[in-house]
């Protein structure tokens, strides 16, 4: 797995969603360009204050987040 240090999460930016290394790009943003059928060239000509190793941690992060099991509380 990638690590996940160039992720980031501040209330004060994109209302504490997670965002590449502070900025106010979204990993949402990068998957969702991912799906939309953006290459990484494409991405990094597109936002060119983003790294290569972005993009795999966008990725890695958001993999890592759909294998999240939600427990609902049950109360006695």
Known sequence: MIPLDRITFDPQVMGGKPCIRGMRVTVGTVVGLI?????VAEILADYPYLEPD??????????W????????????
Do not use: C, K, M
């Not at 799906?35 to 290459?39: D, H, K, L, R, V």
């Not at 294998?67 to 609902?72: A, G, S, T």
């Open 35 to 39: 799906a939309s059928g953006s290459t």
């Open 65 to 76: 987040r759909s294998e999240e099991v939600d427990v609902p509380l049950v109360r006695p």
């Open 54 to 63: 972005d993009i795999p941690a966008a990725l890695s992060y958001a993999a």
